[in-house]
């Protein structure tokens, strides 16, 4: 048998666990924004690495290759002298234009400096800023 008081101490535990597993997970999403906030503030100030630095347009995390600090779209990351595919671990790379390592050298070795190779990007940079609007 059961008395009045039993029934209500069994529902005062109860509601006290609720209460616990409440504060739980208020503590729990708390020091998750905590954790999380500093990042996605440091991610805010420095927006330009979220932007694509072939394309200049904004690269999404799902859609990003981040090497040295820089963004790039999956899709644009890629040697930009005959577009092979390149990873972040095999590339080369120089005034921010990518180039994978077979023709990074064989552009060096062609011209025998960098020169040329800076050249060549900053004049791709120049017809890409040309392309009129349609
Ligand atoms: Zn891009
Ligand atoms: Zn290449």
Not at 38 to 65: D, N
Not at 88 to 99: D, F, K, Q, T, V
Not at 103 to 123: D, P, R, T, V, W
Request: charged share 20%; proline share 4%; aromatic share 12%.
């Amino acid at each position: 048998m059961y008395s009045k008081f039993d029934y209500e101490w069994r529902i005062f535990i109860v509601r006290s666990l609720m209460c616990y597993l409440v504060l739980s997970l208020i503590l729990k999403s708390l020091s998750w924004f905590q954790t999380r906030s500093p990042s996605k503030a440091a991610s805010m100030f420095s927006g330009t690495q979220e932007k694509c630095a072939t394309c200049g347009k904004t690269a999404y995390p799902l859609e990003k290759v981040t090497v040295e600090s820089q963004a790039y779209h999956k899709s644009c990351f890629k040697c930009s002298h005959g577009g092979c595919p390149i990873t972040p671990s095999n590339y080369a790379a120089l005034e921010g234009i990518l180039y994978c390592k077979h023709h990074f050298a064989q552009l060096f070795k062609e011209k025998g400096s960098y020169n040329h190779l800076i050249k060549s990007a900053s004049m791709k940079r120049a017809a890409a800023a040309s392309v009129p609007e349609a």
